[in-house]
């Protein structure tokens, strides 16, 4: 006999698209839920209740969600859609147009089919020996067991070092304060994302797993072996609830879609922050800190290095060397108000740095221990843990008083000294006491149980803060760690890299991986943030690599007491301005794709197979990368070159070089040239990119001339589009204040016809000409709605 036989489910309830098995001896109910053609969900639950009865997770196609949360049974802002249900002695069977789910009475052991073609294909299903751990005979944690095909790939589970996929890896899914980490090995790192994506190579065919779930543990992907039970992986966790989300594809992008779309929208950023962020430990440390900051400033200028922001490091809340949030330090900023003012006038916006934690000689600690404000142990008193300069004590945001004063803190401290923009740091929450209690918003809940929500809860009241104090401005924040919605929030990056080169390779590929788990603003500290300075030719390629990311920063704590700047090495200022204003000619391009990343969950860096998944090529591990809809990266990872061979995945129309415009044939390898101030790029053919034709320098760097760039297919007969986005660049209602300019490209033997249409939403272009380049050796006339031009130079039309 089975070992599960004992736990023997029948269906006892159905209500609309929620059913209800009980088991036998009724200490376990499991709860099936159809929410999708696509998406189904199973949760299970004790005699004595859930341990969470909310989610943080889950938000539908939303902007946010409430603090306190969303009740773990709602099924608001799904569609619900019909479903078949059958039932026979051993099973269950439960399926919508796509998706099916044949449950085994026995040990609720369940096997997935998708439709294909008329017919079921099984593509995933629980181990057949104890799938799950319903009482202990498991150990003590939470447990879920699947069979494991070895030809299986593994993707996403967030933030993740080392290679794409991670079939035969094991992963811990907690979050800590991984300084220096080894970006191939290091493991775990600043974010807790319990989701991933298996792919099946032989069927072509590509599901996800999300295990709502913000408790420390594990994700095997066959490293562990065991004779009784056959090829298996699973999912663990301390503590919490078992409730897991099913989402069928069939394609890489179909999956990430819709993982995305239901743990909300991906948060429209402000245009300026696309530009180049400063920032380094080093100033805000200095006695003269608010001079150094400066000077920063006058560097830019000198140097002519186009600057958008600038983070202040926590150096200016320290008193003596120990670093206390929302607490000025006079002496190295004097006239903090007047910094922010300056920089304001410079076109530079200013990012401070917080951090949720409070020394035990903070100024405030006594008045927020006092109020109750800090996470607790079992006897009341405030659980204290090893945090930067000592013992700390961290914010309870599950306390509203705590949630509030933080606000206050916020606007008090930052927002009113006009700096707009909040760096939520060291935000993971290290504390290792399983004792801890949480306020839990009035119902207390063990800290281990959501332990990954309180990043998510310290950004969402910066968030708030802002947008309360500023709310005709869409806001703009920085998070070190997160969890599952981070993104309807924040910016982030992958944290405290350390300096050598093969850090862009796989800080590439972690990035990816974040992409690929519905975070898609993300990017890298450009240079290395620990160990050595990085030496010239490695700062350079860093920069290539940065500019194509959507956070681009330079942020260092060199072990050396140096500091990375763009103009640290005199060589290499003038391929760094370069780079610096492609990135910034870019920013159209950059913003559109933030907009189709808000509205169609598209992320905004790709693996090559995420838009090529037919091409059997790009699923081989590359250190290539998609850049929006027609970009694709090849960057230099390794020393000494002066060439990148890069593979063009097979796409009929082919591809073209960026900068010269030579053709290259789809499913084919070409090399590019890598000189330090390009970055080797190719561009699809078919291919409209937006660009700004301002002369690009610092004084001048917020004007806007728009452009566009045509790579028209060679072959006659083919069709493309592109859609740009356009509003002011802040405003908070861009939904109702937006225009969208619609641009068509049609070859033929003979021509190239281009057509336009702006279709006005509550927005008036500012600009009434555009500038049409052909960025290729073409012969053919092109015609911009219906006119012909002039051959040979850029032609200036009327929208």
Known sequence: MNIQARYRFHLAKTQQNHLTFASTDEDVAAHVFILEEGVFRVLFEKREGLEVGRTWSIAPGQDDLPAQGRDRFSTDYFSLPAFDLAEDEQSVTIQTQQLKAVIQKEGFRIAWYQATQGQWQLFAQDRQTQAYNFAGELGSEIKHYLKRDIKEQYFGLGERTGQLDHHHGRYRNITIDAMGYDAEYSDPLYKHIPFYITRKPEQGFSYGLFYDNLAPGYFDLGRELDNYHGLYRYF?????????????GPRVRDVVATYTWMTGKTALPPRWSIGYSGSTMSYTDAPNAQEQVWEFIE????HDILCDSFQLSSGYTSIDH??????WNTQKFPDARKLSADFKQKGIRLAANIKPALLTDHPQYEKL?????????????????????????????THEGAYGWWKDEVTRQLLEYGIETTWNDNNEYEIWNKATQAAGFGTPLSFTSIRALFPLLMMKASFEAQTEYAPAKRPFLISRSGAPGMHRYVQTWTGDNRTEWKTIRFNNKTGLGLSLSGVFNVGHDVGGFAGPKPDQELFIRWVQNGIFHPRFTIHSWNEDATVNEPWMYEDAVVPIRELIKLRSRLTPYWYSAFYKAHVHHEPLIKPTFFDFEEDTRTWQENDDFL?????????????????????????????????????IEGGTHATLDAPYHQTPLLVKAGAIIPTNEAPRTFASKDEDRRGFLLFPARSGDSTSS????????ETSQWQ???????????????????????????YQLPYGTA???LATDDARTLYINGEAQAAGQPATVAL
Not at 236 to 248: H, N, R, T
Not at 322 to 327: D, E, I, L, P, S
Not at 741 to 761: C, F, G, N, Q, Y
């Open 736 to 762: 109702s204040a937006h225009a969208l300019v619609e641009l068509h490209m049609r070859t033929s033997a003979e021509a190239i016809h281009v057509t336009t249409e702006v279709v006005d939403k509550g």
């Open 299 to 302: 560097q830019c200028e000198q």
């Open 236 to 248: 663990e966790a301390q503590s919490g609830d078992l409730d897991y989300y099913m989402m069928a």
């Open 627 to 663: 850049v929006g809809e027609s970009l694709l990266v090849a960057s230099v990872v390794e020393p000494g070159v002066s060439t990148r061979e890069v593979y063009a995945p097979v796409h009929a129309a082919g591809w073209f070089d960026f900068y010269t415009g030579r053709f």
């Open 722 to 729: 592109y859609t740009l986005f356009e509003d002011d660049g």
């Open 369 to 397: 221990e006092a109020q109750g404000y800090f996470l607790k142990n079992t006897n009341g008193d405030t659980e204290l843990a090893q945090f930067w300069d000592g013992g700390g004590a961290h914010v309870d945001f």
């Open 322 to 327: 120990k670093r206390y949030v929302f607490n």
């Open 771 to 773: 500038t049409f380049t």
